[in-house]
T-cell receptor, first 114, second 115 residues
C-alpha cells in the first residue's frame, strides 16, 4: 500500500536559516505527492504538488520541494525561514486505489526561533 | 467563493448523544471526504463520496455514518458518541482531476469533545 513517512516529529530552526522538512514515500507506480501546512486552529492549506515534470516544484509562501526518485523522497524546503512559518506540515501521497484519496504522513511541527 | 465550510466549529457531547456535522463546498467538486485528526496520527479518512448519492468507507469508518444528498453537501453523523471520538474533524473536497488538479481543499475543522 502507498504511504509516506515523516521521520521527525519536530524541526527547530532559527529565523533566516534554511528550513527542510523531510518526507519519504512508498508507492507502486508513479507517485503523486503533496505538501500541506496547518496553522494553529486552522484547516490544512495546500502548498505544492508533484505530478510529473521537473523534479523541483515551487509552491506558495516561498516553499519548494525536490522529488528524488532514487531516494524515494520529497523534502520540503525554504531558503530562509520566517517566524510565521511555524506550523504543522503534512506530506501526502495519492492513493492508487483512485477516487483522489490521499494518504497523509503524521505531520512535522516546525518551530522557527526568532 | 467561500470554499469549504463546516458547521459547527465546536461541540461538546455526552457519551451516547448523537450529532451531525455539516460540510458544504461551492467549487462544484465531485469528491468529498471526512477526516479525523488526532495528535501524532496525522489525518485518517473516515468516509468519502465520489458523487451525489454515493458514499464509501475509509480507513476508520466505525461509529460514523455519512450522506451526500446534494453535490455540495456532505454530512457526517455520530449516532451514539463515545469518548474515543473526541477529535478534530475536517472535511475536504476535490475535482475529478481532469485538469491535473488532484489536491484537496479543506474546511476549517470541527473540534468535538465527548465526555
Amino acid at each position: 500500500a502507498q504511504s509516506v513517512a515523516q521521520p521527525e516529529d519536530q524541526v527547530n530552526v532559527a529565523e533566516g536559516n534554511p528550513l527542510t522538512v523531510k518526507c519519504t514515500y512508498s508507492v507502486s507506480g508513479n507517485p503523486y505527492l503533496f505538501w500541506y501546512v496547518q496553522y494553529p486552529n486552522r484547516g490544512l492549506q495546500f502548498l505544492l504538488k508533484y505530478i510529473t515534470g521537473d523534479n523541483l516544484v515551487k509552491g506558495s509562501y516561498g516553499f519548494e520541494a525536490e522529488f528524488n526518485k532514487s531516494q524515494t523522497s520529497f523534502h520540503l524546503k525554504k531558503p530562509s525561514a520566517l517566524v510565521s512559518d511555524s506550523a504543522l506540515y503534512f506530506c501526502a501521497v495519492r492513493d492508487i486505489r483512485g477516487n483522489n484519496r490521499l494518504a497523509f504522513g503524521k505531520g512535522n511541527q516546525v518551530v522557527v526561533i526568532p | 467563493n467561500a470554499g469549504v465550510t463546516q458547521t459547527p466549529k465546536f461541540r461538546v457531547l455526552k457519551t451516547g448523544q448523537s450529532m451531525t456535522l455539516l460540510c458544504a463546498q461551492d467549487m462544484n467538486h465531485e469528491y468529498m471526504y471526512w477526516y479525523r485528526q488526532d495528535p501524532g496520527m496525522g489525518l485518517r479518512l473516515i468516509h468519502y463520496s465520489v458523487g451525489e448519492g454515493t458514499t464509501a468507507k475509509g480507513e476508520v469508518p466505525d461509529g460514523y455514518n455519512v450522506s451526500r444528498l446534494k453535490k455540495q453537501n456532505f454530512l457526517l453523523g455520530l449516532e451514539s458518541a463515545a469518548p474515543s471520538q473526541t477529535s478534530v474533524y475536517f472535511c475536504a473536497s476535490t475535482s475529478r482531476g481532469r485538469s491535473g488538479s488532484y489536491e484537496q481543499y479543506f474546511g476549517p475543522g470541527t473540534r468535538l469533545t465527548v465526555t
